[in-house]
């Protein structure tokens, strides 16, 4: 509730959306997997990674403004959304920035792993400069993701149409 009410009375946000080839990043994904011998995909994983990067290397992307303030976080922190049960958590990875991609999936599945175990430190829920949430598991083909406080970007990832190549990414900044 708190962040919806962020969202809605304090924060400057907007939304875009985006279409983009997924086969392309399914196929990076299965050669990732296939090299790390990963038995489950590392899509949604290599997604948000490729979303620390582009903060990394942008970092107008990693600003936020607070009370009409400019804040440049000096890390990317990245959040990632993980649905146990009835609750949905916005896990934190922190200082995501200084990790190469595979360690990068190491940490958010161990923050997932801690969600779903529901003992998630103070540091693994808190501080995302940046997130990532993904509906395409119940086929959501488009949704607007809410702003948490003092999060510079959400970027949401869809459900492609069936049969389809191509499907959507949203974002709230």
């Known amino acids: 509730v708190s962040a919806v009410t962020w969202h809605r ?9 985006m279409t983009y080839d997924q086969q392309a990043w399914e196929d990076y994904a299965a050669v990732f997997a296939e090299r ?6 590392p899509l949604l994983p290599l997604m948000a990674y490729r979303l620390v990067k ?3 290397d942008r970092p107008g992307i990693n600003t936020t403004l607070v009370n009409g303030q400019k804040y440049l976080y000096d890390q990317v922190n990245l ?3 993980v ?11 922190q200082q995501a920035d200084a990790m190469d991609d595979r360690q990068f999936i190491d940490a958010l599945g161990e923050v997932q792993r801690h969600a779903m175990a ?21 086929n959501v083909s488009g949704h607007v993701p809410v702003l948490p406080p003092y999060t510079a970007l959400m970027v949401a990832h869809s459900a492609p149409p069936k049969g389809g190549q191509s499907a ?3 974002a709230s900044y």
């Not at 009375?9 to 959306?17: G, I």
């Not at 790390?36 to 995909?41: N, P, R």
């Open 9 to 17: 009375d304090h924060a400057v946000t907007a939304y875009l959306e």
């Open 36 to 41: 790390h011998k990963f038995m489950l995909s």
């Open 54 to 56: 582009l903060a990394l």
């Open 79 to 81: 959040g990632f959304t």
């Open 83 to 93: 649905q146990v049960g009835e609750t949905l958590y916005l896990t934190v990875v």
């Open 118 to 138: 529901k003992k998630l430190r103070p540091d693994e829920s808190m501080g995302a400069t940046v997130g990532f949430s993904s509906m395409a598991r119940w």
């Open 168 to 170: 959507v990414l949203g």
